[in-house]
Every structure is written in structure tokens, then in C-alpha cells.
């Protein structure tokens, strides 16, 4: 049981290229959910998504777009780096609100990003 | 908007007991999480409150006050590897689901 895994753990981006940030869970999770981590920033939101097939938006969503095809999977795609989204990326997954009372969240150990 | 307030650093020895306090501002509150983050690693969940009152886990408890908006967290019998960060995490109904909206973060350092 891997619980949470996250590919790659470092990348390093021009500004202006493409990638895309896979998030996997084996715990059959209904919610799945990308942050990013700034200093003295905490974690914030980005995209977060209730079920296959669904996606919403965070609290800092622009410059990202997610995609949940499987259950397993969530993907965070930059379409154009900037400098600005220089972070480290964190994706959690939890059971359903009705089925988790705490709603306790799995984390992955993180990608790094640096835009230059 | 929402917001968390909770103080950046915290200093403590060893077998001290400490608190962090978390006050927040937020609409469609279902209850106070609390987070630990090691240095570079990945968040682990401590802790959460949905109803008012103590809920106590091992050396860790959690406390959580509705109508004051306000919660903390308790460490007792503080060790070395407590050292940490550690995060207030509001869950609120978002356009979606559930999700969490978490505190900028007090990093902890224990001494000997």
C-alpha cells in the first residue's frame, strides 16, 4: 500500500514551457485535491476534485488546470510556467465527507518546482 | 473572505508543555484541523474538532471553541522530535465539496 505518490520529485522549467504534475493514491479515495506550499505562505489550494470525472477550483486556481479521467489518478497541468508558480506541490486525498468524520487528508511527499 | 490566524514561531524545551491558538473567519465551518509538517516532508494529520470541547490524542490534544471562532493545540511532555510546523486547517464548504483552508503555519523548536 503506497498511499500517496507523486511524480516527478524535481523539475526544473523555463519559464513559458509545459508540464504536468501526476498525483496517484491506492486507497480508493473520492477526493483528491493539489496545493501549493510558498514560505510563510502555508498550503493553499488550487484545484481539488469530489469524484471521477469532477474538478473545482481553489483558492489559487489560475495558471493550473487539473484533470481526474480515474479515480486513482489527478493530474496538474501548467500550460505556460511563470517564475511566480516557483513552489512545492502537494497532493492529498480523503474519503468522502459522509464516510470520514475527521476527513483526514493523505499527503504525497511533495514535487519541487523551480521556474527560472 | 476566510482567514486563520495562528503565531509564527513557538519556542519550548523539553518536557514542557505547549499551545498553539488558531483563530479563524470563515463561512461554512465544519470543523478545526491540525497538521504537523516536518521540515521538507509531507503534512500528517494530528487532529480534528467539529463540536466544541478537548479531544485528546496520546501527548496531543485539540481544543475548539465555535462561538469564539478559536482553537489550539496542546503539546505536552515536548520532545526533540516535536520540532516542527504546524497547521490550523479550517474545513469549509466550498462550490464542490468539502476542503480545507489551512493557517500560514508556527514552526515549533524544541530545546534540550
Known amino acids: 500500500n503506497a498511499g500517496v505518490t507523486q511524480t516527478p520529485k524535481f523539475r526544473v522549467l523555463k519559464t513559458g514551457q509545459s508540464m504536468t504534475l501526476l498525483c496517484a493514491q491506492d486507497m480508493n479515495h473520492e477526493y483528491m485535491y493539489w496545493y501549493r506550499q510558498d514560505p510563510g505562505m502555508g498550503l493553499r489550494l488550487i484545484h481539488y476534485?469530489?469524484?471521477?470525472?469532477?474538478?473545482a477550483k481553489g483558492e489559487v486556481p489560475d495558471g493550473y488546470n487539473v484533470s481526474r479521467l480515474k479515480k486513482q489518478n489527478f493530474l496538474l497541468g501548467l500550460e505556460s510556467a511563470a517564475p511566480s508558480q516557483t513552489s512545492v506541490y502537494f497532493c492529498?486525498?480523503?474519503?468522502?465527507?459522509?464516510?470520514?468524520?475527521?476527513?483526514?487528508?493523505?499527503f504525497g511527499p511533495g514535487t519541487r518546482l523551480t521556474v527560472l | 473572505g476566510q482567514s486563520l490566524e495562528q503565531p509564527s514561531e513557538v519556542t519550548a524545551v523539553e518536557g514542557a508543555i505547549v499551545q498553539i491558538n488558531c483563530t479563524y473567519q470563515t463561512s461554512g465551518f465544519y470543523g478545526l484541523s491540525w497538521y504537523q509538517q516536518h521540515d521538507g516532508g509531507a503534512p500528517t494529520f494530528l487532529s480534528y474538532?467539529?463540536?466544541?470541547g478537548l479531544e485528546e490524542t496520546g501527548r496531543f490534544s485539540s481544543f475548539l471553541s465555535r462561538s469564539d471562532s478559536y482553537g489550539y493545540l496542546l503539546l505536552q511532555e515536548l520532545q526533540m522530535k516535536d520540532s516542527a510546523s504546524y497547521f490550523c486547517?479550517?474545513?469549509?464548504?466550498?462550490?464542490?465539496?468539502?476542503?480545507?483552508?489551512f493557517g500560514k503555519g508556527t514552526t515549533l523548536s524544541v530545546s534540550s
Open positions: 492529498a486525498s480523503s474519503l468522502d465527507r459522509e464516510r470520514a468524520r475527521d476527513n483526514e487528508q493523505f
Open positions: 486547517a479550517v474545513r469549509t464548504l466550498n462550490q464542490a465539496g468539502t476542503a480545507l483552508i
Open positions: 474538532n467539529a463540536l466544541d
Open positions: 476534485s469530489v469524484g471521477e470525472g469532477t474538478t
